[in-house]
């Protein structure tokens, strides 16, 4: 059993930045990747980026992509994500994830929201 636990969630105005975080533990994650999905009201949840436990090989979506970094340490079992230059369309509910490489949603953290206002 995997545990995930987000902080980092907040309000902050258009242009601005926030960090992400998301502690694991329960289990050892050599073959896992870690991922952020959000959910916004009316929506259905999506992608934004993952990461390959082993190697910190990250992806993302196209419309985070230049504006959000994903990013883990190893030694602390914690994954983050940096968002810069947000913008009101990435208000939503962001969800820690983790599970296989290519689609890490086997485990979801209870979710941290995000508020950007124009």
């Known amino acids: 059993q995997v545990q995930l636990v987000e902080s980092g969630g907040g309000s902050v105005q258009a242009g601005g930045s926030l960090r992400l975080s998301c502690v694991a533990s329960?289990?050892?994650?050599?073959?896992?990747?870690m991922g952020w999905f959000r959910q916004s009201p009316g929506k259905e949840r999506e992608f934004v980026a993952r990461i390959t436990w082993n190697f910190g090989s990250p992806s993302y979506a196209d419309s985070v992509k230049g504006r959000f970094t994903i990013s883990r340490d190893y030694a602390k079992n914690t994954v983050y994500l940096q968002m810069n230059s947000l913008k009101p369309e990435d208000t939503a509910v962001y969800y820690c994830s983790a599970g296989p490489t290519l689609n890490p949603t086997d485990y979801w953290g209870q979710g941290a929201q995000v508020t950007v206002s124009s």
């Open positions: 329960g289990r050892t994650f050599g073959s896992f990747a």
